[in-house]
């Protein structure tokens, strides 16, 4: 059983709240992501999940019509803050979207990208890194002979994979997953989750997620969102087991959805 | 049969005709061009007609050797002044401007696409010309009236631009804003964005983009006669005066057709037009599937 002292907080959000057009989508969340654990983020579809991941790297920025207010700090930085580097402070933030989106380029240079944009050119070195994340996001058997392909052409569910090393590759200390397996079958869904679990030794783990039963299998740490706003958060088994509120108890009951 | 079947078949019989019909005009304009242009060259081999710089019709030479080097600069000079332009004011519209500016710049640059070309060519004509003459040509010591080459690939320039604008800001928005997220999530700027990923996922549709303005300028009549000069030498420099081909056909058509084969040398002109369009087309299929292959995301 893990004290709550020694958990570290690594994602803080303080009265975040988020309005698209004239949405009110995310009210007053506070919530605590904790370091090296994997926090589901669970609720009805519509119910504000990935707009909340997406704002933790600022990644709403691109969004005409979007107005945030409050603060995210990560490790006690708020991004809001003008100082701040945005693409730096992303870096530090892997992404997982919903349906893999590999890059308009090879598989190599897919898991490549970051790592040439962040100063690594020389051609060894990338070598080694490129099979190295590959292996980490077990695609490495799969195109090492093929690694000049373009990524387009990998199944689905490689192509996730292949967006996982993609995002690992710069070294984040967190990885932000958006419903990650929603698009695959359940084999390409099942090695996806496989992965997330080996991960969270390493990184803070976000996933957002609308399948309970992945929730149950893999959170540490839940966060209940409920029409924009936060119901209850803690650990997974105390709110998978003992839900204080009632609004809880009925989602996880399949009552509400 | 009942009613409604019978009206489904006559209506897919119909349209079968009438794209036959329109896919026949192609071979049908063809074989005129080729038809009448024969007379011409069964006096002079074709590698005459193309490579010879005599053109004086009334003593029944033909060169067009001139008149198509005055096409390849006035068209490439237009497309090399068009194209990085046109790029970095798309990139802006699509992925810079906020919503705001976006919605009131769009609806400009199609109206600008669909300004009849003689209203650029006056345009050129009473401000670009006496600016050349004015202006641009003393700064190089060089006289000009400012109908020239440089003022006719000015004007085409201009007219490309929205096409390709337009075209390309479309291509750019509708790139899904996931790509941009998995670039930016690794911590790329919003250029390396642009250059790496936007540029290469839209490939396909920059190609086209510049097809199109390329068939725009190249075959421009005119904006370009208004403007080129019309003479069919090869210029000394940017600033003197020569001629395109299809700009000469306009030109030309019609006023000296009593000078022997005249017309059958512009016919000639016209199915290198023809033929120029249409390899330039089968290029593009040939690119644009390579494109497809390699940056499809």
Request: charged share 20%; net charge positive.
């Amino acid at each position: 059983m893990i004290k709550k002292s020694d958990i570290h907080i690594h994602i803080e959000t303080k009265n975040l709240n988020v309005y698209y057009d004239n949405n009110y989508v995310l009210k007053n969340v506070n919530i605590e992501i904790p370091t090296k654990q994997l926090t589901a983020i669970i609720g009805p579809s519509g119910c504000g999940k990935t707009t909340l991941l997406k704002s933790f790297n600022r990644l709403l920025d691109l969004r005409d019509n979007i107005k945030t207010s409050g603060e995210i700090l990560v490790d006690g930085e708020n991004i809001f803050d003008s100082r701040v580097d945005v693409p730096d402070m992303r870096k530090k933030m892997g992404l997982l979207s919903q349906k893999p989106y590999p890059l308009p380029m090879s598989i190599y240079n897919n898991v490549a990208y970051g790592l040439r944009i962040h100063g690594k050119k020389n051609a060894k070195e990338l070598d080694s890194a490129v099979k190295h994340y590959l292996q980490e996001a077990g695609l490495w058997n799969e195109v090492k002979d093929r690694l000049h392909d373009p990524a387009s052409r990998l199944s689905v569910g490689q192509q996730q994979r292949l967006c996982l090393a993609r995002a690992i590759a710069v070294e984040p200390e967190v990885v932000l997953c958006d419903e990650p397996t929603s698009a695959l079958d359940p084999i390409a869904a099942q090695q996806i989750e496989k992965l997330l679990l080996k991960l969270k030794k390493e990184y803070t783990v976000v996933l957002v997620t609308h399948t309970l039963r992945q929730a149950k299998r893999l959170a540490d740490h839940v966060v209940f969102l409920y029409f924009g706003k936060v119901v209850e958060q803690g650990p997974a088994d105390e709110v998978f087991n003992n839900p204080k509120d009632p609004k809880t108890k009925a989602y996880i009951d399949g009552d509400i959805s | 049969m009942n009613k409604r079947k019978l009206r489904d078949f006559i209506g897919t019989k119909l349209m079968f005709t009438v794209t036959i019909f329109a896919s026949l005009l192609f071979f049908a304009i063809f074989l005129i061009l080729l038809y009448k242009s024969i007379f011409i060259l069964e006096t002079q081999s074709i590698a005459e007609l193309l490579f010879s710089s005599l053109w004086n019709p009334e003593k029944g030479e033909f060169g067009l050797y001139p008149i198509i080097i005055g096409t390849i600069l006035v068209t490439g000079i237009s497309l090399i002044i068009a194209i990085p332009i046109s790029l970095l004011s798309a990139v802006y519209i699509a992925e810079y401007a906020p919503g705001k500016i976006r919605r009131v710049i769009r609806p400009f640059l199609d109206v600008l696409a669909g300004v009849p070309s003689v209203v650029y060519g006056l345009c050129a004509f009473l401000f670009l010309v006496p600016l050349v003459k004015d202006v641009i040509a003393p700064w190089f010591g060089i006289e000009s009236t400012g109908l020239c080459i440089l003022t006719a690939s000015v004007t085409l320039a201009i007219m490309v631009f929205p096409i390709i604008i337009s075209l390309c800001v479309e291509s750019f928005s509708a790139i899904p804003i996931e790509l941009k997220e998995a670039s930016l999530s690794v911590g790329a700027t919003k250029w390396e964005t642009v250059k790496k990923v936007i540029f290469r996922a839209s490939a396909p549709s920059i190609i086209s983009a510049v097809l199109l303005g390329f068939g725009r300028a190249f075959g421009e009549t005119i904006a370009v006669n208004m403007v080129v000069g019309g003479i069919p030498r090869i210029p000394s420099s940017l600033l003197h005066p020569g001629q395109t081909l299809a700009s000469l056909i306009a030109s030309a058509y019609g006023e000296m057709m009593s000078v022997p084969l005249y017309e059958s040398a512009l016919m000639l002109v016209a199915l290198i037009l023809f033929v120029v369009v249409l390899l330039f087309n089968v290029l593009a299929v040939v690119v644009l599937r390579r494109a497809k292959r390699r940056w499809s995301y």
